[in-house]
């Protein structure tokens, strides 16, 4: 049974960093992509980052562009977010999810797999 765990979450001040792990387990054979959504309360999940697992090719939201990396450690099985110049505005549980097929990486919906989501609250 694949499972995604998120982990490295927490309270932080405006202006942090922080870097958000996701562990894989349960597979053997990669996903065609991994991504990390968002959602605040009483909003939508919405898109974070991706990256393509075999190329590694990455892609942002434009509220995270040039503030937010993402990267995967192939040996571990695991994508990390880092999260840099953090704004109250960032504050969401944050999700890891996993998708099998050719995907747009930018929805949701596309994803096979999701991990139980990790609180990221960031004070001002």
């Known amino acids: 049974q694949v499972q995604l765990v998120e982990s490295g979450g927490g309270l932080v001040q405006a202006g942090a960093s922080l870097r958000l792990s996701c562990s894989v387990s349960?597979?053997?054979?990669?996903?065609?992509?991994m991504g990390w959504f968002r959602q605040a309360p009483g909003k939508d999940r919405e898109f974070v980052a991706g990256?393509?697992?075999?190329?590694?090719?990455?892609y942002f939201a434009d509220s995270v562009e040039g503030r937010f990396g993402i990267s995967r450690d192939t040996a571990k099985n695991t994508v990390f977010l880092e999260m840099t110049s953090l704004k109250p505005e960032d504050t969401a549980v944050y999700y890891c999810?996993?998708?099998?097929?050719?995907?747009?990486?930018?929805?949701?919906?596309?994803?096979?797999?999701w991990g139980q989501g990790t609180q990221v609250p960031v004070s001002s």
């Open positions: 999810a996993a998708a099998d097929d050719a995907l747009n990486i930018r929805i949701a919906t596309e994803y096979n797999y």
């Open positions: 349960g597979r053997t054979r990669s996903f065609i992509g």
């Open positions: 990256i393509i697992w075999r190329l590694g090719t990455r």
